[in-house]
């Protein structure tokens, strides 16, 4: 069973900058992490999910909200199975849980469905 | 960009229900949507997929139908576990979700 397991999260001054990660393991047999497209999806308190960023098995497709564009960076490490969101000028309405998922995507075809999440990881920006 | 609607934002019901959530799509999108389930404290649960095609795993009393512009969730005979929020989202080379509906208990 695929585990997504967060980590990073914390609390940041508003202009500060956070690195949050995400460690994948147990894929089926046939399968490893670089088979996978990967999301970042993030939760507010009390409010809805927001999708903030996608990025294809081979790091060649990278996607971002319009609300985090030119300040947050998706990337990954297929060798150490891992997600990362690279978050500069955080502003307080970036202040969420973060989820890391897997795309339901079999072999490396990205559906931007998302079959698997982690438990996610708090963001909180305040002075 | 596509943005997703949804509604109602909430409803009451009552075990043994039969609910409908709709969801409506800025422009056409075939029929790439999918739905999710989403318990407090938790992280959501991919439910439907396609706008039709039911994950594994999910009960049968779980349904989606749809194409174009409209989508429905449809959950028959609502059990006690089905209290919950649900989204809708677009899935075709980006990512966009409705605003959720929250299922209560009447």
């Known amino acids: 069973e695929v585990q997504l397991v967060e980590s990073g999260g914390g609390l940041v001054q508003p202009g500060g900058s956070l690195r949050l990660s995400c460690a994948a393991s147990g894929f089926p047999s046939g399968y490893n992490f670089d088979d996978f497209a990967m999301h970042w999806v993030r939760q507010a308190p009390g409010k809805g999910l927001e999708w903030v960023a996608s990025?294809?098995?081979?790091?060649?497709?990278?996607t971002y909200a319009d609300s985090v564009k030119g300040r947050f960076t998706i990337s990954r490490d297929n060798a150490e199975n891992s997600l990362n969101l690279q978050m500069n000028s955080l502003r307080p309405d970036d202040m969420a849980l973060y989820y890391c998922?897997?795309?339901?995507?079999?072999?490396?075809?990205?559906?931007?469905?998302?079959?698997?999440w982690g438990q996610g990881t708090t963001v909180i920006v305040s002075s | 960009d596509i943005q997703m609607t949804q509604s109602p934002p909430s409803l009451s019901a009552s075990v043994g229900d039969r609910v409908t959530i709709i969801c409506r799509a800025s422009q056409s999108i075939s029929r790439y949507v999918n739905w999710y389930q989403q318990k407090p404290g938790k992280a959501p649960q991919f439910l439907i997929y396609a706008a039709t095609s039911l994950q594994r795993g999910v009960p049968s009393r779980f349904s989606g139908s749809g194409s174009g512009t409209d989508f429905t969730l449809t959950i028959n005979n609502l059990q006690p576990e089905d209290f919950a929020t649900y989204y809708c989202q677009y899935s075709y080379k980006t990512l966009a979700f409705g605003g959720g509906t929250k299922i209560d208990i009447k």
């Open positions: 998922i897997k795309d339901a995507g079999s072999g490396q075809t990205s559906y931007y469905a998302l079959d698997v």
């Open positions: 990025i294809s098995w081979n790091s060649e497709t990278i």
